[in-house]
């Protein structure tokens, strides 16, 4: 703990006080993998998550005394979304990038690369980019996140029913892309 | 509502559950942990490696005067990020900044539109408290509006002068000008950095033990703050 605020100073107050401090460095501590998730969920690949999880803390550290206490996950999530869908707005500008497919990523894959765990993660990316964007938010926040959908009810402030009607269509597109992916599988063998 | 079974709870080595199980275990890396919280003015864990911690002190005074100026600058987000991304070491092989991300003004970005609701107007962080001397007015703390960014640009500017007329070896010209800065900024943002500025002017102008105690202080009052390692030289600890 600091010591107390001595007169000695001079006369200029420190207004990034320790309490805010505590506070940006709890909510960074408890949410940073979170928004590294979140990102690479939403197909940011792994050479720019460094540059979106910063983006995502000088927004924080902008924001933080306009946030709830109970909204910093709730915040953290959606500008990381956010984040994240301006990434692949200029990603989708790069030449090489520009004609991936969209509708089937899993065909470009050889399945038995996703042992590679950052190969599965780019996939998984790549999958939900093609899921709208309600499904696409609920399906993680239920699937990578393992939130109860109470949690993610109240965190996205939409009823349980609508959770789990969401998470119902997300998992049958989801399941879309994986059964081909399971083909593949087959013909490999 | 029972929530229903995943995928992944009910098979082995599927694909869905093989990219499911990679997100899940996903973790940042220690670089970009310790960059993000250099990034917001701290330092990962409270303390970092040696050359890590050098490391922030070193930058973050830079780092949040980038900050500033890109802001008034106009410059996005992504902006703010381009020139973190100058300002911090890389600790990790460096990527091409994704200037990917053509983000909105900071100064005028709007929060997520789905959680406005949950965004209290009221600002309550003690950086909103009034420092010693300035007049309260009997308003709460908690009802003074956020500062402009026209209040910040002065604010900025201020201090600028400050530390140009220090740097043109006028350290009693720049104790002037913060003196006027702590007049003229009752709600001061850029304070830390004012701090040092002044505890820097003070040993320029051979007041070396006005110079120590205001290092002192702020060791004192700020241990973990990045610029500490600064103030300590000062302070001859």
Known sequence: MDAPVTHDAPDLSLPLGESRERRLRRVLDANLDFIGRTLRAYGVPESDVDDGVQQVCLVLFDKLDRVEPAAERSFVFRTAQRIASRSRRTRSRRPEVAGEEADHPEDSLDPERLADERQALDLLGRILDSMDEELREVFVLHEVEELTMASIAEMLKIPQGTVASRLRRAREQFEQHVSRLRVKQARAR | ?237
């Open chain 2, 1 to 237: 509502m029972r929530d229903p079974e995943r995928p992944s709870e009910t098979g082995g080595g599927d694909p869905g559950e093989q990219m499911l199980r990679a997100a899940r275990r996903y973790r940042v890396s220690e670089s970009t942990r310790q960059r993000a919280f250099a990034a917001a003015g701290l330092v990962a864990g409270g303390s970092v490696a040696a050359g890590g911690k050098a490391v922030a002190a070193g930058v973050a005074l830079n780092l949040r005067w980038w900050i500033v100026l890109a802001g008034l600058a106009g410059l996005s987000a992504g902006g703010y990020f381009l020139v973190a991304r100058h300002a911090l070491p890389s600790a990790a092989p460096s990527v091409a900044v994704s200037a990917a991300t053509q983000v909105q003004p900071a100064q005028q970005e709007t929060p997520p539109a789905d959680s406005q609701a949950a965004i209290a107007a009221p600002n309550t962080s003690i950086g909103d408290i009034p420092p010693r001397g300035a007049p309260s007015g009997g308003a709460r703390p908690s009802a003074a509006p956020r500062q402009a960014p026209a209040d910040l640009q002065a604010e900025l500017a201020a201090l600028d002068a400050a530390s140009k007329t220090l740097r043109r070896g006028d350290p009693n010209g720049a104790l002037a000008l913060l003196d006027a800065y702590g007049r003229d900024f009752p709600r001061r943002s850029l304070a830390l950095e004012a701090t040092v500025l002044r505890a820097e002017a003070l040993e320029g102008a051979g007041r070396h033990a006005e110079a120590v105690a205001v290092a002192r202080a702020f060791v004192r009052q700020h241990p973990k703050s990045p610029l500490v390692d600064r103030m300590r030289q000062i302070a001859g600890e």
